[in-house]
């Protein structure tokens, strides 16, 4: 599970003040010029005050940030294939223009997903599907994302309980090329699902849905809820443009 209850302002802030205060502490971290190592550490001190009032705890921060590994492997190997001007580094010859590189590219991408992990730690799927409506998305992507969401763990629950019964008639693949039955459920499962859905969808639009499902307990955020929920972001949209004009 994403979501981790709590009771603290940060889960209280409306569901459509934290997606804006994302995506505009995301753009001030994508702007921030590589060399401004003064601002990634106060952004990152930022993030962690947040985590902190937000009573989120290391270890479950730590463990969802295990999620950009595979994109922190692809920046280490650029100081290696970079080209240009070239430098030592405990015996390795690496390419200066990759090792800018590899450090934005890490330094960023950590930066957002800890935005992105807050966010989602401190809202449940409803409040951020209902925060999306409120800030004008598109009504088909979060509907679209409501389904996926809801039906989600049917679908895998329903390929665990396959999984689990063909093990039980003696199906224990150990190499690649063994995998073909374990495909062709999947395979199935999901011409099944698609199935599925066409069949819940004829019956919600026989029972008057109309795109949009019923809302309830919803509210507008306050001024105040904008100036609090903003406060972080602004605050790195200030050092992204003093470390432009100081840099530039």
């Given amino acids: 599970m994403l979501y981790r209850h709590g009771t603290t302002p940060v889960h209280q802030l409306p569901a459509q003040v934290k997606v804006v205060a994302l995506l505009v502490f ?5 702007v921030l010029p590589p060399e401004a190592f003064w601002a990634y550490f106060l952004a990152g001190c930022l993030l962690v005050g947040v985590m902190i009032l937000a009573e989120l705890p ?27 001007e070239t430098t030592e580094v405990l ?4 390419s200066v223009e990759g090792l800018w ?7 960023k991408a950590t930066l957002g997903l800890g935005a992105s992990i807050i966010v989602s730690a401190t809202t449940t ?19 679209i994302a409501g389904f996926m969401v809801r039906y989600l763990d049917i679908v895998a629950g329903e390929f665990s309980r396959r999984r689990l019964a063909m093990v039980a008639r003696g199906y224990e693949p150990r190499w690649f090329w063994q995998s073909g039955p374990l495909a062709q459920s999947a395979g199935s499962l999901f011409i099944r699902s698609f199935e599925r859905g066409e069949r819940v969808h004829q ?3 026989a029972r008057g849905f109309a795109g949009r499902m019923p809302v309830f307990g919803d509210r507008p955020a306050t001024t105040r809820e904008w100036w609090i929920g ?8 200030l050092l992204a443009l003093l470390s432009v004009t100081v840099l530039g």
Avoid: H, S
């Fill in 91 to 94: 015996g390795l010859t690496l």
């Fill in 26 to 30: 995301v753009l001030a971290v994508v």
């Fill in 230 to 237: 903003l406060a972080v972001p602004l605050v790195a949209v």
């Fill in 203 to 205: 019956a919600m639009v």
């Fill in 101 to 107: 590189g590899a450090w934005t590219i890490m330094a």
């Fill in 125 to 143: 799927v409803p409040d951020l599907l209902r925060g999306l409506d409120r800030i004008r998305v598109p009504r088909v992507i979060t509907a």
């Fill in 58 to 84: 290391a270890g479950f921060v730590a463990r969802r940030l295990l999620v950009e590994v595979p994109i922190l492997i692809f920046a280490l190997m650029l100081p290696f294939f970079g080209r240009g």
